[in-house]
């Protein structure tokens, strides 16, 4: 069965208890709106807070740790977002594969820690300008992106409702640069062969792929009307209502 659109906040490190009343206003239009699936990944402090106020929207974490806990000052394991009323968890996000030197060996114990605490994941993969100008833009992201994926061998029953994937060109994040339709297109199409391959031809074909990268209000219609892409993952424009849920209303 096809699913709703996912829209999809990451509000990075932005946000003190001042910012509910846009999540709240996030949540009432959700209501509103329920053509859209609508979710916002705020910093770990208002988890709590939002998912308490929240009844439309899901909300979720930024990373999350590979180990249930232990010595990891600072850290934050999958089952302490689940406990705080987290959903999901967004995973190799490009801010975290380079300021924080994550691999994809990492980012994928990660995504099968966050599945095994019962929360989804939202797995980013994207290239660098650099990589995209040496033509090598594709065979770079299928190759980040697989040796991200989990495995689901315990459930692969629940992979559609359980794993997301949000292409994410380094260059555009946060640039105001997106990238042109045909090239997401082709990344998308490309994306979704990968994940048939990986999941099989029912599952790799209904798990939906997000694109992000500098959505606005004003590009959404366009970028959310391409084939294959399920939604979008937005940084800045998830800040205020307005723009999100302007974004939201173009899916
Ligand atoms: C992001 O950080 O995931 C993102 C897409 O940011 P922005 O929308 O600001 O480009």
């Not at 689901?152 to 946060?174: C, H, K, M, N």
Request: net charge negative.
């Amino acid at each position: 069965m096809p699913q709703r659109p996912y829209i999809v906040g990451n509000w990075k490190m932005h946000g003190t208890r001042a910012m509910l009343s846009e999540a709240r206003a996030i949540d009432r239009a959700a209501q509103r709106h329920m053509k859209v699936e609508v979710a916002i990944a705020p910093p770990y402090t208002l988890i709590h807070p939002v998912h308490r106020e929240a009844e439309q929207i899901a909300v979720g974490a930024q990373d999350c740790h590979h180990e249930e806990g232990g010595a990891h000052t600072g850290d934050i394991s999958a089952a302490m977002i689940a406990d705080a009323g987290g959903k999901f968890v967004i995973l190799g996000h490009s801010e975290r594969r380079q300021n924080h030197s994550e691999t994809n060996a990492q980012v994928k114990a990660k995504a099968d820690a966050a599945l095994a605490a019962g929360l989804r994941v939202i797995l980013c993969c994207g290239e660098s300008e650099e990589t995209r100008d040496a033509g090598r833009a594709v065979s770079f992201v299928k190759k980040q992106l697989k040796a991200s994926l989990p495995d689901f061998s315990d459930a692969p029953e629940s992979v559609v409702e359980r794993l997301t994937v949000a292409y994410e060109p380094v260059w555009a994040i946060g640039t105001g640069k997106t990238a042109n339709i045909e090239d997401i297109a082709e990344m998308h199409a490309e994306i979704r062969k990968l994940l048939v391959s990986v999941y099989g031809e029912e599952n790799g074909a209904e798990i939906r792929i997000l694109y992000g990268g500098s959505v606005k209000p004003e590009n959404a219609s366009e970028i959310l009307s391409t084939p294959e892409v399920g939604g979008a993952l937005v940084g800045g424009a998830s800040l205020t209502a307005d723009s999100f849920m302007g974004i939201a209303l173009a899916a």
